[in-house]
């Protein structure tokens, strides 16, 4: 056991002194402690000692070593760049969504221990194309921003996002998903190829800002709708559509059940009336049935009511929701309550009240415990 325990210790510094070039000399002598200490204190079967010590030598390294590592990004790093300014200038700009299209994310490989006179152009350049913490930091939608959910469904339509901005797809302007999912903005470093991308603004480092003329608005209506059972169907449906029309998913039980609409007219009107993020209420005019699509992710827990009963809620388009409109006036609510929140509201209660009991009433609590 000697013999094993003396060529782990050898091993063990002849790593530390190979692949630690460069590396504090702290954080050597720690991993030596660690590969000589450790196999000792098994070789006199003090095994109770070990966790203590890597505690300990953990904490000193991080107190150490790694504390030195943090660089913190001046606050004016997270001044509202001019290309967020100009966006948020334009009136309906919450309900526009956003595109970066410079994939500008190298910010997440930058060295920790780098100044931030070195890496600071990177992270100023990241924050002025949009991408990082877009959602949260200056109230603008993004599709794929650093918040925006990463959902299957938005995997899946990247490559053609790109193809569309780039003037690859063959779908009319009109009939793209950029179009479609509202993107009325995109950032970029070179000229979109993609019809009716038109420069906006321009940063000193070349940054581009482009608006998308073809984009439709955050509520549209449909008199057709065709039906699929996956969203790589409902994308392969889209790519191959010569005409506007609405892709939903269902099964085949569902799309028998459900009504097609006869029509949408000039008196077919939806006006937003209110927009939480997670709340949307629309008063919908419909001579005739129809559908309206809402360019929203169709997250699991949303839900949908038609004067105040519910509805039925699809996914539509690949990454947006539809619901059906019979004729008349109505007012449609379209909110966020995910089935697990009743219970984790249940459960947080319960935690509470039994750390109450066991705070205010400490000695009845052990005498149950014995």
Request: with cysteine; aromatic share 8%; charged share 15%.
């Amino acid at each position: 056991l000697s013999h094993a325990l003396a060529a782990t210790i050898a091993v063990g510094t002849g790593l530390a002194l190979t692949h630690f070039k460069g590396a504090p000399a702290i954080q050597l002598w720690i991993f030596i402690c660690i590969a000589s200490i450790v196999p000792t204190l098994l070789l006199l079967r003090a095994q109770r000692f070990i966790l203590p010590l890597m505690l300990l030598l953990l904490v000193t390294e991080l107190v150490l070593v790694r504390w030195n590592f943090i660089r913190f990004v001046p606050v004016s790093a997270l001044t509202e760049p001019v290309t967020a300014s100009h966006i948020k200038e334009k009136e309906g700009y919450s309900s526009r969504r956003i595109y970066e299209n410079i994939a500008a994310r190298e910010m997440n490989f930058i060295r920790a221990n780098s100044p931030w006179h070195n890496d600071g152009k990177v992270v100023d350049r990241v924050l002025r194309s949009l991408q990082a913490d877009t959602n949260l930091l200056w109230g603008l939608s993004s599709i794929q921003g650093a918040h925006a959910l990463p959902l299957q469904r938005r995997a899946i339509l990247e490559q053609q996002f790109i193809d569309e901005i780039d003037g690859l797809s063959p779908l009319s302007p009109g009939q793209r998903l950029i179009d479609y999912l509202g993107v009325h903005y995109i950032t970029a470093l070179e000229q979109p190829a993609g019809h009716g991308l038109d420069p906006i603004l321009e940063t000193h480092d070349g940054i581009s800002l482009y608006r998308n003329n073809h984009a439709l608005p955050q509520i549209q209506l449909f008199d057709t709708g065709q039906w699929v059972t996956t969203p790589q169907q409902a994308l392969s449906t889209l790519q191959s559509s010569k005409m506007k029309a609405l892709v939903l998913e269902g099964s085949t039980e569902t799309a028998i059940k459900t009504r097609e609409p006869v029509q949408v007219t000039p008196s077919s009107t939806a006006k937003l009336i209110r927009n939480t993020g997670d709340d949307f209420l629309i008063n919908v005019q419909a001579p005739h049935p129809l559908w309206l699509f809402l360019a929203d992710a169709n997250y699991p827990g949303w839900q949908a009511s038609l004067n105040g009963v519910a509805t039925e809620l699809f996914s539509a388009q690949v990454l947006g929701k539809a619901v059906y409109i019979p004729t008349g006036s109505h007012q449609l609510r379209m909110f966020y309550r995910p089935t697990w929140l009743p219970l984790a509201t249940i459960m947080t209660g319960s935690g509470f009240v039994l750390l109450l009991f066991a705070l205010f009433w400490p000695d009845r609590w052990r005498r149950n415990a014995v």
